[in-house]
């Protein structure tokens, strides 16, 4: 049964001396053996793994999340490195590592797609949010403190501060912030006009309306603009009701016919 890694002192406590271990698993066939050696070299790496992980809490992903992500980018780390290269295998997966967490925040954590300076921005901003503080307990940091601490300028920094709160949708019914009464942002959609299904009809008769004698654009326009009954049309213009209602009918039929033969 081979060996378990060895480990070595190291300014790091997670990083084990694996190089004897990764040039075994080099030399290994596909197969039972090799698989133990990997998942050793990969057991021997998890507390990196785990560490690096931990520098991205309090980002809107739980910490079991995290560290699966971590563990799963330090897998492809330990698959792709090649010792032949000369490089320390902490030197590879790191960046590795930190490029998988990077990539599920981008494809996992946004419910919109932003640009990837905005959500730099954003992380940037965040730490510097999260350290200000830490250091001034009760105290909002001021845009200039949060320019001047990730060496940002202050319009990057607003920019950052707005998409704080970019990574989820509201729900429509969310309350609006100083809104009374359960005031929700469903209740500032506006609905569908009703108008607007009628002004391709009313372009089309406005030709034809502009045809007819003024007395009959009058009765017309006091009846469906003026909404008059046609016995107070009548009245106002010293005509018989019937008089009024001939009028509407022929005007109509009229405007209609002339309306379908230049569809036609």
């Known amino acids: 049964m081979p060996n378990r890694a060895r480990t070595r002192h190291h300014p790091h406590d997670d990083a084990p001396d694996t190089q004897v271990a990764f040039r075994r698993l080099g030399a290994l066939p596909p197969g039972e053996r090799r698989d133990r050696v990997r998942d050793e070299i990969v057991e021997a790496w998890l507390p990196m793994a785990d560490r690096i992980a931990g520098r991205y809490r309090g980002r809107g992903e739980s910490t079991e999340d995290l560290r699966q992500v971590a563990a799963l980018g330090l897998v492809k780390a330990v698959d792709r490195y090649d010792p032949a290269r000369g490089h320390a295998f902490e030197s590879y997966a790191v960046p590795t590592i930190t490029g998988e967490i990077k990539r599920h925040f981008r494809d996992h954590m946004w419910t919109l797609h932003v640009p990837r300076r905005l959500q730099n921005l954003r992380t940037q901003v965040q730490t510097a949010v999260q350290e200000l503080t830490q250091a001034a307990p009760g105290r909002q940091p001021t845009v200039a403190e949060l320019a001047e601490h990730a060496d940002l300028s202050e319009a990057d920094v607003r920019e950052g501060l707005q998409a704080l709160d ?10 609006v912030t100083g809104s009374e009464d359960g005031y929700s ?18 372009e089309a008769v406005k030709p034809e309306l502009a045809e007819l004698p003024q007395r009959e654009q009058r009765i017309l326009y006091l009846r469906f603009f003026g909404d008059m009954t046609q016995n107070r049309i009548a009245e106002e213009l010293g005509i018989s009701q019937m008089q009024v209602s001939r009028v509407i009918s022929r005007c109509c039929h009229r405007v209609r016919d002339q309306v379908l033969r230049d569809v036609a």
Not at 166 to 175: F, H, I, R, V, Y
């Open 166 to 175: 970019g990574c989820a949708a509201l729900s429509l019914d969310a309350e």
């Open 185 to 202: 942002l469903s209740d500032t959609l506006g609905e569908p006009d009703p108008a607007v299904e009628a002004v391709v009809d009313r």
